[in-house]
């Protein structure tokens, strides 16, 4: 079992400690943090194409966002409310018995719905909006996944799983993370616009001896919400060796309230 400090959870992975650190050690000023996002926005343009993300909003995203729009249709249909079958105006039945956390998932899942007028929230209740609803059938794609991914979505709704872990614990769900995170045009995206932003940063300072606390100094990241460590994996080997002098003193710490996702990182 992972080590406890003061309560926290304590990992080591390779030649990363993953923990929650007290902050110590010379803060990096406003000014230079300001400067490396300048820098990184103007550009975002180019990290983007490079990446392969140009034309994914008007093209690829509206497809994906319809198919899961399909998913919540049918979580809902699980859940003994069929939507296509409402009539414009009609009320759908609360079906959220969750805690907090579980209604604000819910209410998510509920937006993308009121934006395509599948549904209208009004104060107190939500209705059946006017436009139409595809087919179940109508999307062998939607299908394939409502198929492969049984009820997950609407038992979360009632508390009976946490969808995080459903996702996280499953060799299934763990396959599917790790293709996106290889292959998918937006993490390439997201991780580009990242090493630039960090590097920027990397290169306004000398973080030797910052910090004794960690044995020589160095640069020190702490990761709050790290989830199964996917940003992780590839920003902790990037601060590493982005720059002769720095290998070797960087400690990138990790946190997330859900200490499972912590202990999933040590199985891995």
Not at 140 to 149: N, P
Request: glycine share 12%.
């Amino acid at each position: 079992m992972p080590r406890r400090r003061s309560g926290k959870m304590l990992l080591q992975l390779g030649d990363y400690s993953f923990y929650a650190p007290v902050a110590r050690g010379p803060s990096i000023s406003p000014a230079a943090l300001t400067r490396a996002f300048n820098k990184t926005q103007s550009s975002t343009t180019d990290i983007v194409s490079r990446a392969g993300f140009i034309g994914y909003t008007e093209q690829v995203y509206p497809g994906i966002l319809e198919i899961c729009r399909i998913f919540v249709v049918d979580a809902f249909r699980k859940r003994k409310c069929d939507i296509r079958r409402l009539s414009e105006g009609q009320a759908i039945s609360p079906i959220c018995m969750g805690d907090d956390a579980t209604m604000a998932q819910y209410l998510s899942c509920m937006a993308p719905l009121a934006d395509a007028d599948w549904v209208s929230t009004e104060p107190g209740h939500v209705v059946r909006g006017a436009a139409p609803i595809p087919p179940e059938s109508g999307r062998d794609r939607a299908l394939l996944f409502i198929r492969d991914h049984p009820p997950r979505l609407s038992e979360s709704w009632s508390g009976q799983t946490d969808p995080v872990r459903a996702l996280t614990a499953e060799a299934a769900g763990k396959r599917a993370l790790a293709e996106l995170r290889v292959d998918d045009c937006t993490s390439a995206a997201f991780h580009g616009v990242m090493e630039d932003f960090i590097g920027g940063i990397v290169d306004a300072y000398d973080f030797a001896g910052s910090d004794p606390y960690f044995g020589g100094g160095g640069l020190n990241v702490l990761e709050l919400g790290a989830g199964a460590a996917g940003t992780a994996g590839w920003l902790a080997p990037l601060l590493k060796g982005s720059r002769p002098g720095l290998d070797g003193r960087v400690s990138y710490g990790l946190y997330d309230k859900e200490a499972g996702l912590l202990e999933d990182v040590r199985e891995a």
